[in-house]
């Protein structure tokens, strides 16, 4: 068997830039009273108003019952609404309410600060690359793997 310094390993170096971005971004959104996948799932309900709990947690990349717990949680913070779709009745269309707005746009202002300051240690040469080397570790890692 092969081993393989800890060092060259790029997963472990892709979770720690996933982790300090998370931390970033909890503390960022504090004062908002939002976590990171509630403020995930408003960011993708501003863009797609009506959007389904299955296709927000696909969209988010949680699980449908984490994405449960989300929306309940924002509906009963009255962030949300969630109402029968027009001809699927069994399916709830959610959306923001103006509640949902103004602490989505106060969150979001604290969000993009820390994007904004990260893509700020990247000349734009550096992010394309970064963007770039990224998809790539994406690509390979959804494709079908031998063994």
């Given at each position: ?28 959104l504090r004062p908002a009273d939002l976590t990171v996948p509630q403020y995930a799932a408003l960011l993708y309900l501003e863009e797609n108003p009506g959007i389904s709990a299955a296709a927000l947690a696909r969209a988010c990349g949680v699980t449908p019952p984490t994405m449960t717990t989300v ?77």
């Open positions: 068997m092969t081993s393989m310094p800890i060092s060259e390993r790029l997963g472990g170096h892709l979770k720690r830039a996933e982790q300090a971005l998370a931390a970033a971004k909890y503390a960022a929306l309940k949680n924002l509906q009963e913070q009255g962030l949300i609404e969630r109402t029968p779709h027009e001809w699927h009745k069994n399916i709830l269309e959610t959306r923001l309410t103006a509640k949902g707005e103004q602490v989505m746009a106060a969150a979001d202002a604290r969000a993009v600060r820390v994007e904004r300051g990260l893509a700020a240690e990247f000349s734009d040469e550096e992010r394309e690359t970064l963007i770039a080397l990224l998809a790539r570790c994406v690509a390979y890692l959804e494709s079908p793997q031998p063994g």
